[in-house]
């Protein structure tokens, strides 16, 4: 997903959106800023905020923002959720979607050796959600395998093996149940596969995936799936290093790019200015890499680790007391 630094200056479409996204966002720009590198930041609105007051919760200049930028980052949206990010993502044909489970130190986390990518396929699979119904209480959902999408997403999880020094690619399917369909996905993950001699490869069914996420998180390097397992495999994965605070990700396509935390618009503490801001962040730190800002990401990377290793600033659902801007000032501060 890295690209080679090649520009002095970025514009970044920055949507806020509802609740903690606005309060994470503002936190996670403040520690940018602090990195020297020229933001020409583009606002746009979109969420439930955006619905009351425009009657659209994703108006078309928000879209052509994100189109016209370099990269997106993107807080939360509420009720609206789905109005916005799924037709973001179909707009701009992001086909991949990237979850990094990684164990930070005073979290919840099942083991501290995880650290693993899920490389999601966005765009077809179940989540083409063509169903019909067929009588009065039967119904029927297609699902969707193409060789152009699949070999995409599984190039793209090689290619991100290659580029962040992992050494195996795991797919994972059904294809004992699902000849055809996850048949086929097998197929064109091991034909891939020739072209990355360097990288290893194994493939499981999603069953044990899920089984072995939680008995042998350690062994997964990168895991590329179709789109409704790499859901389920994602949440799972959030669920292993503990805590929505923690857990960025990435929406890629040919030519945009979104980062978000995974969480949504979190009611219960929204106005507080207690929301962990650290997901929000470290999505910055992928969109860091995806623009080549390597060195910067790994600055701003290393400055969370540090605060979250000394432990003496953190928010509530660390077990801490401070707030979304304190904990944003100490990361400035680890910079
Ligand atoms: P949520 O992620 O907003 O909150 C779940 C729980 O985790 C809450 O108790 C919340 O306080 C806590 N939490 C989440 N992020 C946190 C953070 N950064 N720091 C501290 N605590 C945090 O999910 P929920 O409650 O299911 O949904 C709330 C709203 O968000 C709904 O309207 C939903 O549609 C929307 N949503 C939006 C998403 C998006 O924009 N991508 C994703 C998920 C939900
Ligand atoms: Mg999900």
Do not use: W
Request: glycine content about 8%.
């Amino acid at each position: 997903m890295s690209t080679s630094k090649t520009k002095d200056k970025y514009k970044i479409a920055v949507v806020p959106g509802d609740g903690i996204g606005r309060e994470v966002m503002e936190a996670t720009i403040h520690v940018l800023d602090a990195l020297g590198i020229d933001f020409d930041y583009v606002y746009g609105e979109a969420g439930d905020e955006c619905l009351e007051k425009t009657g659209s919760a994703l108006p078309s200049e928000t879209l052509d923002i994100i189109r016209d930028a370099d990269a997106c980052l993107f807080g939360a949206a509420g009720e609206t959720a789905a109005d916005v990010i799924v037709k973001i993502r179909q707009e701009m044909k992001m086909f991949a979607n990237l979850r990094p489970v990684k164990a930070y130190p005073h979290t919840n986390s099942l083991s501290d050796d995880i650290d693993f990518m899920i490389v999601r396929e966005n765009t077809e699979g179940m989540y083409i959600a063509d169903e019909e119904s067929y009588t009065d209480n039967g119904a029927i959902a297609r699902r969707i395998i193409t060789r152009e999408a699949e070999e995409r997403i599984i190039n793209y999880a090689f290619n991100y093996a290659k580029e962040n020094n992992k050494t195996k690619v795991t797919a994972v399917h059904k294809a004992n149940v699902l000849k055809k369909t996850d048949g086929l996905f097998k197929e064109i993950f091991y034909e891939v596969a020739k072209d990355y001699p360097e990288i290893a490869t194994e493939d499981y069914y999603v069953d044990a995936t899920a089984m072995y996420l939680i008995t042998q998180p350690e062994t997964f390097q990168v895991i590329v799936t179709t789109n409704l397992f790499g859901d389920i495999l994602s949440d799972e994965g959030a669920g292993l290093v503990g805590g929505l605070g923690l857990i960025p990700s990435a929406n890629i396509g040919l030519n945009a790019a979104l980062f978000e935390p995974v969480h949504g618009s979190a009611p219960d503490i929204a106005g507080k200015g207690i929301a962990n801001p650290i997901a929000m962040m470290l999505s910055a730190v992928m969109m860091l890499r995806y623009i080549g800002e390597n060195e910067a990401a790994d600055r701003l990377d290393g400055a969370i680790l540090k605060v979250l290793n000394e432990a003496n600033i953190l928010t509530g659902d660390l077990g801490g007391s401070a707030t979304t801007m304190q904990l944003a000032n100490e990361v400035k501060n680890n910079l």
